[in-house]
């Protein structure tokens, strides 16, 4: 049987890597949330996927087909990822490669602004970005957030205090604002 | 017209194709130079892959690539030994592919292929037809008119 053998595939793959010829880079990253799909080019971290199915044609769209599961390329997002999950780190230090524009990368500047620990809510993101009436677009582009987690839509609840809603699911959302309180529990 | 057929995210080309090239190489080089032959086809057809034009043929295009490539090793000059030569050693034999890559050198592409897959490769015509992006009986048409030129050619 002539399968590849799995060290000649790793080879290949971080070779690919090394020699710059991808435009994304991608691989499962395990994490307390279940598997999440995490993509990068050479200039920074495109995505970040709770339902690791049917990204990659998305990803060959906005950045190029050379979409290569690739481990190497994706490790310091694996490792500050790692450590956020820990309690361990606050701020991610990652440069970003986003494909947004306009109103959307405006509410997404704002996003990345508001800290850990602590919540705001779509209308008052909506002021900051200059459309106080657009709460309800601002939930779409929380919706849309390419890059979850690091860029912080769980941190954005409802004019009430509920979650209202969450692309990894409520779970998830509630998961990730009781890790940034010390586990307490607070939903 | 025909239906253009997008181009596949590279992973997806990978997957699917990655098997039948590294199964080509190991028979034609033995599974130890076969792997420093794979990494290369699918490094070169990583270079090409953002100027494809369309998603057709690709099995054909990638087993192109490492067929040209597992003649270059072929050719490479062996290693110089750090021992002496065993004298009575046999010179290696030309493979099948590499006579048939010279030798079918003028024919047309579609033809071409199909006569070095077949003849030397001993894919089956559905596997060729599958590479070529046709049918079995298209595949088997090819190649056979593929030899008759050759046999015409040999006569002149």
Redesign the interface.
């Known amino acids: 049987m ?3 053998s799995p060290q ?2 790793r ?2 793959r971080d ?2 890597a090394a ?1 710059g ?3 994304v880079a991608y691989d499962l990253v395990d994490s307390p949330v279940g598997p999440l799909l995490v993509a990068v080019s050479e200039r920074g971290l495109c995505r970040i996927a709770f339902d690791p199915e049917g990204q ?2 998305g ?2 769209r906005a950045y ?6 690739s481990a190497r390329p994706v490790d310091p997002v694996r490792r500050q990822l790692d450590e956020y999950f820990e309690g361990v780190r606050h701020d991610f230090e990652l440069p970003l490669d986003l494909t947004v524009s306009g109103f959307n990368a405006q509410v997404l500047a704002e996003l990345a602004l508001v800290p850990y620990g602590e919540t705001t809510t779509y209308g008052t993101l909506a002021a900051r970005s200059g459309r106080p009436k657009a709460a309800r677009a601002v939930g779409t582009v929380m919706h849309n957030n390419p890059v979850p987690i690091v860029l912080p839509c769980h941190r954005v609840v409802g004019s009430t205090g509920s979650l209202t809603g969450y692309g990894g699911g409520l779970e998830t959302k509630r998961f990730l604002l009781e890790l940034e309180h010390g586990g307490a529990t607070l939903f | 017209m025909m239906e253009a057929v997008a ?6 080309f ?1 997957e699917e194709h ?2 039948a090239v ?2 080509l190489l ?2 034609r080089l033995g ?1 130890a130079r076969a ?1 420093d032959a ?2 290369e086809t ?2 070169r057809a ?2 090409g ?2 100027r494809l034009e369309h998603g057709r043929h690709l099995r054909a295009w990638v087993l192109t690539i490492a067929e040209r490539i597992a003649i270059d090793d072929y050719r490479r000059p062996a290693p110089v030994p750090t021992e002496l030569p065993d004298a009575e050693a046999p010179p290696e034999p030309t493979p099948a592919y590499a006579e048939l890559a010279d030798l079918t050198d003028g024919l047309p592409p579609t033809e071409r292929a199909a006569v070095v897959l077949r003849y030397g490769y001993d894919l089956p015509y559905d596997q060729i037809g599958r590479a070529l992006g046709s049918s079995e009986e298209a595949a088997r048409q090819a190649a056979s008119s593929g030899v008759r030129r050759l046999r015409k050619e040999g006569a002149r």
Do not use: K, S, T
Request: no cysteine; charged share 35%; aromatic share 16%.
């Open positions: 002539n399968a590849v000649l595939d080879r290949f070779a690919a020699e010829l991808l435009d990659l044609d990803l060959a190029g087909r050379r979409v290569l599961r | 181009v596949p995210p590279f992973e997806r990978y990655r098997d590294f199964g190991a028979r599974r792997e794979f990494q699918f490094l990583l270079r892959y953002g």
